[in-house]
């Protein structure tokens, strides 16, 4: 949900494609990764969910799916981080993409011995890495269509710094 919010405020259509391609993908990683949730707990007696830690859950959602990270805090719309600053937003991106990889990484190391979820979890995996990619070409394309080398200092959908103070404007409104 934050790639297809952040669309939105993206400055050129190539940033826009990829918030909108990656976005979609992501609701499919979600179904999977739920796919590979319930299929591990639907068949749980009461003694293993007990044993396995899974009795708080259990109590609030049976063995429903409800989107959580591994420390219990569930889903909410904080995690959009949608800021309407083409820059910082594909910096934040970046971050998201790099810390789901990690996860992935600490899932792999957990069911190494279990093909059934570790092959799905590498090939969600290898997307992190492509959506890192596809996010530093749209940063790019971003940066470019800037008319200041300064582009970390403002947000370039509202504040343009070079209309403000920039000698080259100075001397181009003298010559007129």
């Given at each position: 949900?934050?790639?297809?919010?952040?669309r939105?405020?993206m400055?050129?259509?190539?940033?826009?494609a990829?918030?909108?391609?990656?976005g979609t993908?992501?609701l499919?990683?979600?179904?999977?990764?739920?796919?590979i949730?319930?299929?591990?707990t639907?068949d749980?007696?009461m003694?293993?969910?007990e044993?396995s830690?899974?009795?708080?859950?259990?109590?609030?959602?049976t063995?429903g799916?409800?989107?959580q990270a591994?420390?219990g805090?569930?889903f909410n719309?904080?995690?959009?981080?949608s800021?309407?600053?083409?820059i910082?937003?594909?910096f934040?991106n970046?971050?998201?993409?790099q810390?789901?990889?990690?996860t992935?990484d600490?899932?792999l190391?957990?069911?190494?011995?279990?093909p059934e979820i570790?092959?799905?979890?590498r090939f969600?995996?290898?997307r992190?890495v492509?959506?890192?990619?596809?996010?530093g070409e749209a940063?790019?394309?971003v940066?470019?269509?800037l008319?200041?080398?300064?582009?970390?200092?403002f947000?370039?959908?509202?504040?343009n710094p070079?209309t403000?103070?920039c000698k080259k404007?100075?001397t181009m409104?003298?010559e007129?």
């Open positions: 949900m934050r790639y297809l919010s952040q939105f405020t400055p050129n259509r190539m940033a826009m990829v918030l909108n391609d990656v993908e992501e499919a990683h979600l179904e999977m990764v739920s796919t949730v319930h299929q591990l639907r749980l007696s003694e293993e969910i044993k830690g899974f009795g708080p859950y259990y109590i609030d959602h063995v799916i409800w989107p591994a420390g805090v569930p719309a904080c995690e959009f981080q800021k309407g600053d083409p910082t937003d594909l934040e970046l971050a998201a993409e810390k789901a990889r990690s992935y600490n899932i190391r957990v069911v190494k011995d279990m570790a092959d799905p979890i969600l995996r290898a992190e492509v959506h890192f990619q596809r996010f940063l790019r394309s940066q470019e269509q008319d200041a080398k300064n582009f970390y200092a947000n370039p959908s509202f504040d070079c403000a103070s404007c100075e409104k003298s007129n």
